[in-house]
């Protein structure tokens, strides 16, 4: 363990420990021969400013929380990549923390983040969330909150979002062309807010277009439920010609389902996904999907940050746009 302090360093040098400190920070009253001195002594002594003194002296962590449902998610884990990215280029830590969807331990997770001091926090809410006490006591504290992925319902708060209605959309468009009739639409947890609004955009398209599709929607938990779901459905006698999924986690579970049937794709089954951009690819022919990028999410978000940290930001919501990518499963 490094011990090396300011003290020491003005003892080995004989001059005070302000004049360190200045040194340190080339501070123009300190001549240039001083601090080369302090800084060549400073390397050699591998000197580190001890971290929990700085933050109690200028109440300024540079550390940014960020929380999720959970980290093994490929969507997640490309959001944090890139929000950590962006931090280190910046010169800020980042704390990560997982909630396992449960809004009791996101509840403690806030109170450590609070506990840490960070400057601000990324927050993807649980499907559960209804106090949002522990998120005011941020904003009390002078700590921005940026929402991302699933975002309260309250529109007055920081938050990046991807163009979920768009997506959707998108993917309609794209099922439209194909001319199949009967379609399946898998949904996750109700109690997102990206369900409702990818359902609902779903649901509207097809009634806006008159176009005499049966769309029947079932909403599945994870992809094991999605696997079970769809054996279910590909097993009946109407079975549908075309799966959409609005997600990568549904994805796989559908595909799975879809591969333990021997059905080809797209002769026999259509497959068509909202997705990060990665599960996709690992199928043939690969899967056609609305791109909804957590990288990219992850840039936006930052730069919202930055925005709100500084007291520059007066916009409340950003949107990542979608893109559709073709694949050969349609």
């Known amino acids: 363990m490094n011990n090396t302090t300011l003290k020491k360093i003005a003892e080995t040098l004989g001059c ?28 050699t002594l591998d000197y580190e400013p001890n971290a929990f003194a700085v933050h109690l002296r200028t109440q300024n962590s540079k550390v940014i929380g960020l929380m999720v449902p959970f980290i093994y998610n490929q969507f997640y ?17 980042l704390m990560i923390l997982q909630t396992a969807n ?29 106090d949002f006490s522990g998120f005011r006591k941020m904003n009390e504290q002078n700590i921005p909150v940026v929402y991302f992925d699933n975002v309260p319902k309250d529109h007055n708060t920081y938050r990046v979002c991807l163009a979920d209605e768009r997506a959707a959309t998108l993917a309609g468009e794209a099922m439209l062309q194909t001319g ?5 639409a898998l949904f996750g947890d109700p109690g997102l807010s990206i369900t409702t ?32 779901t769809t054996l279910q459905i590909l097993k009946a006698a109407n079975k549908p010609e075309l799966i959409f999924c609005m997600s990568d986690e549904l994805l796989i579970g559908a595909m799975k389902a879809i591969q333990q049937l021997g059905l080809k794709i797209p002769d026999q089954i259509g497959v068509i996904s909202i997705s990060n951009g990665f599960i996709p690819q690992l199928y043939h022919p690969r899967i ?14 930052f730069t919202h940050m930055m925005a ?3 007291g520059a930001s007066a916009v409340k919501e950003l949107v990542q746009e979608s893109l559709l990518i073709k694949g050969g499963s349609l």
């Open 102 to 130: 449960d809004p009791a331990i996101e509840a403690e997770n806030l109170k450590l983040f609070r506990q840490n001091r960070v400057m601000g926090l990324f927050a993807c809410i649980t499907a559960n969330t209804t």
């Open 16 to 43: 005070s420990i302000s004049t360190v400190s200045r040194a340190l920070k080339h501070h123009p009253d300190i001549s240039v021969k001083t601090r080369e001195k302090v800084l060549e002594l400073a390397q």
């Open 180 to 184: 199949k009739k009967n379609i399946v």
């Open 288 to 301: 056609t999907y609305i791109e909804t990028s957590g990288y990219k999410l992850g840039k936006l978000a």
């Open 197 to 228: 609004n990818r359902k609902n955009a779903l649901e509207e398209f097809f009634r806006s277009k008159l176009a005499g599709v049966q769309l029947t929607a079932y909403h599945a938990a994870n992809s094991e439920v999605a696997e079970k």
């Open 77 to 93: 884990e490309s959001f944090i990549a890139s929000v950590e990215e962006e931090s280190r280029k910046h010169g800020f830590a």
């Open 308 to 310: 709100c940290i500084s």
